[in-house]
């Protein structure tokens, strides 16, 4: 089986922007995971779907968002840019939250 | 409640010497305990995971045991070899509702000097 994948690997965006970041679970995976790892802080969990639906959601600001597609792939937004919102972007795909394999994640530089 | 801690931070062994890593948490009724290693620039990967019904699980060097009554659980690797060297994540799965998710510790750096 192909594993998780993220696009772009890399992203550097200026300040006020907004981006848009990509994950293609493994196929047949219906829940995915979205985490935001930054030095000393660990794996912080922004939002989880499953089958289309948010089912949970981290503590994060509003201009955090995500959705998910029937496919089960699943995007994440980030509007209006701040400099600690440079990450690294992480991924997940599971059948239903057990068992969570990661994608190679998403350096955005905010700058 | 959510929150796991995760202890040491920083742990630096002797090749062959063991290590073991601890986190606690707070929701009682998680049921599912997985651990994640690091290496630098990858992907987590999932190295073992046990579930409330059992005490303890091995793989290889690798164990992981589970106290539900006094909500903690360890990671413990025997014979470590340099290629251990990673940060090392533990982590629960909460009981339902807000808690439903994955929440991790803050990591280990283990360093396995030759």
């Known amino acids: 089986k192909a594993g998780v994948t993220q696009t772009p690997r890399y992203l550097i965006k200026t300040r006020g922007q907004q981006v848009t970041l990509s994950c293609s679970p493994i196929?047949?995976?219906?829940?995915v995971s979205w985490y935001q790892q930054t030095p000393g802080q660990g794996l912080q969990f922004l939002f989880e779907y499953f089958s289309e639906t948010q089912r949970n959601k981290g503590n994060f600001p509003g201009r955090f968002s995500g959705r998910q597609f029937s496919n089960s792939r699943s995007e994440m937004n980030v509007s209006t840019l701040e400099l600690g919102d440079s990450a690294l972007y992480l991924c997940a795909s599971s059948l239903d939250l057990d068992e969570q394999f990661f994608g190679p994640g998403t350096r955005l530089t905010v700058l | 409640g959510e929150n796991v801690e995760q202890h040491p931070s920083t742990l630096s062994v002797q090749e062959g010497d063991s290590a073991v890593i601890k986190c606690t948490y707070s929701d009682s009724a998680s049921n599912y305990f997985p651990w994640y290693k690091q290496e630098l620039g990858k992907r987590p990967q999932l190295i073992i995971d046990i579930r409330s019904n059992v005490g303890e699980k091995k793989d290889q060097r690798i164990a992981v045991t589970l106290n539900k009554t006094a909500k903690h659980f360890s990671l413990h690797i025997t014979e470590t070899q340099p290629e251990d060297s990673a940060v090392y994540f533990c982590?629960?799965?909460?009981?339902?509702?807000?808690?439903?998710?994955?929440?991790f510790g803050k990591g280990t750096l283990l360093t396995v000097n030759p």
């Open positions: 982590a629960h799965l909460g009981s339902g509702g807000s808690n439903y998710k994955l929440t």
């Open positions: 196929s047949g995976h219906r829940s």
